[in-house]
């Protein structure tokens, strides 16, 4: 694999990361004044059917990079495919 496709990879699992942790803030936050809402934190952060809805995004992203064999048009396609950010009403 590439230089450029293996940082690709790194950020895409950077980004992955940072979805998960997002997608569990939104549940805490929607139960606020949960008492021990840190120990719910880990928990949902460990969660498998979290993690695999959250891997389910992000598969194609992975798979665009794999199968590209062309470093610059990985990164393309991923840029393209990373979830957009929602914007608040």
Not at 6 to 27: D, G, I, N, S, T
Not at 42 to 60: G, L
Request: hydrophobic share 45%; net charge negative.
């Amino acid at each position: 694999m590439s230089e450029l496709k293996e940082l690709a990879m790194k950020l895409v699992a950077a980004c992955e990361h940072f979805y998960l942790e997002k997608c569990v803030y939104q549940v805490l936050l929607e139960g606020a004044h949960v008492q021990g809402w840190q120990k719910l934190y880990e928990e949902n952060m460990r969660d498998p059917q979290m993690i695999a809805a959250n891997r389910k995004t992000f598969a194609p992203i992975y798979d665009a990079i794999e199968h590209e064999a062309d470093a610059e048009e990985a990164v393309r396609k991923v840029l393209k495919l990373l979830p957009k950010q929602e914007m608040p009403n």
